[in-house]
């Protein structure tokens, strides 16, 4: 019995200090943004999104606020990450994947 009780503390222990937090993501990023580079960004209230330029699809996917970062869950390709942003008014700033550069995007 006293077995039992460690391995469920253990348990719930490893739960909680490996849990994610994931957060609501902020109804102002809904909508269109555009980046100097003239690539539009399209946030859904369904929290998916689409990044184009012109009439080619650059990526979409869906995105998720976790732990204060935002988990871009890509369905163009198979990939995930987590990125850095801010949201200010008009003005969305977001780190890019495996770089040291950010996109800064204002709404359109």
Do not use: C, H
Not at 5 to 12: A, D, R
Not at 32 to 39: H, P, S
Not at 89 to 97: L, N, R, S, W
């Amino acid at each position: 019995m006293k077995k039992l009780l460690i391995i469920l503390t253990l348990l719930f222990t490893f739960n909680s200090v490996y849990s994610q937090t994931i957060e609501k993501i902020d109804p102002s990023l809904y909508g269109y943004w555009i980046n100097m580079d003239n690539e539009v960004l399209i946030i859904q209230p369904n929290n998916t999104f689409t990044r184009r330029n012109g009439s080619e699809t650059i990526s979409k996917g869906k995105l998720q606020v976790v732990d204060g970062e935002l988990l871009v869950i890509r369905t163009d390709i198979e990939t995930e990450y987590s990125l850095g942003f801010v949201v200010r008014e008009d003005i969305f700033v977001v780190a890019k994947p495996d770089s040291s550069q950010a996109w800064v995007f204002t709404r359109l």
